[in-house]
């Protein structure tokens, strides 16, 4: 498995890039305009009320908050030519550290984000919080970030046209502690939900003006889909990097670096 810390390969030729930066926009003004959004995001996912099954409720936009500032002020300082949309936070990744697939050594060591972390009022006993000194492996993020470290080499390489954002910031928790996905909320509760994280996902693509936007799975590739739908961005789709894939147990790695050159967004 692709060590993040580590990376083996030199960053590649990049093909030629469509979008050139807003002589207007400078460094701070981008990242400003992502906090905002996140903060609006996090403000509106904030009045939120769900039923049983899901008891327990995670916003690292909330307690996390001066790791996910720090990613969003350091990487979201530039246009990208390719933004990554995740699902929503995993336990063993964003819900620990804050960042969007957010396995601890990749934010620690590659990222170079670490910060204190707090935790929720309300935590389940199988899933706390216990931020940068978690000892459970996020494999997903370990995966994509890995992937990332080995074809670019450095994050400044990689965040010099893409960006990794997840769709929705909130993890979901049923009584026995089992993972309660996004899909399986009642129909008014995805209504409501979805209803903010669609408005916050225009309002990254407006502040980043990508080519590309690339869906790690499905999920995130239908709602991007429906949010994106006048075309105004070039929509991809990568199999999720989950262990509980078989496909994605089969060198995820080659698979997915296989679909970004095929969609011409890699060489």
Same mark, same amino acid.
């Given at each position: 498995?692709? +060590?993040?810390?580590?990376?083996?390969?030199?960053?590649?030729?990049?093909?030629?890039?469509? =979008?050139?930066?807003?002589?207007?926009?400078?460094?701070?003004?981008?990242?400003?305009?992502?906090?905002?959004?996140?903060?609006?995001?996090?403000?509106?996912?904030?009045?939120?009320?769900?039923?049983?099954?899901?008891?327990?409720?995670? +916003?690292?936009?909330?307690?996390?908050?001066?790791?996910?500032?720090?990613?969003?002020?350091?990487?979201?300082?530039?246009?990208?030519?390719?933004?990554?949309?995740?699902? +929503?936070?995993?336990?063993?990744?964003?819900?620990?550290?804050?960042?969007? &697939?957010?396995?601890?050594?990749?934010?620690?060591?590659?990222?170079?984000?670490?910060?204190?972390?707090?935790?929720?009022?309300?935590?389940?006993?199988?899933?706390?919080?216990?931020? &940068?000194?978690?000892?459970?492996?996020? =494999?997903?993020?370990?995966?994509?970030?890995?992937? &990332?470290?080995?074809?670019?080499?450095?994050?400044?390489?990689?965040?010099?046209?893409?960006?990794?954002? +997840?769709?929705?910031?909130?993890?979901?928790?049923?009584?026995?502690?089992?993972?309660?996905?996004?899909?399986?909320?009642?129909?008014?509760?995805?209504?409501?939900?979805?209803?903010?994280?669609?408005?916050?996902?225009?309002?990254?693509?407006?502040?980043?003006?990508?080519?590309?936007?690339?869906?790690?799975?499905?999920?995130?590739?239908?709602?991007?889909?429906?949010?994106?739908?006048?075309?105004?961005?070039?929509?991809?789709?990568?199999?999720?990097?989950?262990?509980?894939?078989?496909?994605?147990?089969?060198?995820?790695?080659?698979?997915?670096?296989?679909?970004?050159?095929?969609?011409?967004?890699?060489?």
């Amino acid at each position: 498995m692709t +060590n993040p810390i580590a990376p083996r390969v030199q960053r590649p030729s990049s093909v030629a890039t469509a =979008i050139r930066p807003d002589p207007a926009a400078n460094s701070n003004a981008l990242p400003s305009a992502l906090i905002q959004a996140a903060e609006s995001l996090r403000a509106a996912v904030s009045q939120l009320t769900f039923a049983p099954p899901v008891m327990h409720i995670y +916003n690292p936009l909330d307690y996390a908050w001066p790791a996910h500032k720090a990613y969003l002020r350091r990487y979201g300082n530039s246009p990208k030519r390719v933004i990554f949309l995740g699902m +929503n936070p995993g336990p063993f990744g964003m819900v620990q550290t804050g960042i969007p &697939f957010g396995q601890v050594a990749a934010v620690r060591d590659w990222l170079r984000i670490e910060a204190a972390i707090g935790h929720p009022a309300l935590q389940h006993p199988k899933r706390l919080v216990t931020g &940068f000194a978690c000892q459970r492996n996020e =494999i997903s993020g370990e995966r994509l970030w890995g992937l &990332f470290a080995e074809r670019f080499g450095s994050a400044a390489n990689f965040f010099e046209e893409h960006m990794v954002m +997840n769709y929705c910031p909130l993890a979901f928790v049923e009584r026995s502690g089992r993972n309660h996905t996004p899909d399986k909320l009642s129909a008014s509760e995805r209504a409501a939900l979805f209803g903010a994280c669609d408005e916050h996902l225009r309002n990254v693509v407006r502040i980043l003006r990508p080519e590309w936007l690339v869906a790690v799975g499905d999920f995130a590739f239908k709602r991007a889909e429906q949010v994106l739908a006048s075309g105004q961005v070039r929509l991809g789709r990568i199999l999720h990097p989950s262990p509980a894939s078989p496909a994605a147990n089969r060198d995820w790695a080659l698979l997915a670096t296989s679909k970004l050159r095929q969609l011409g967004i890699w060489e």
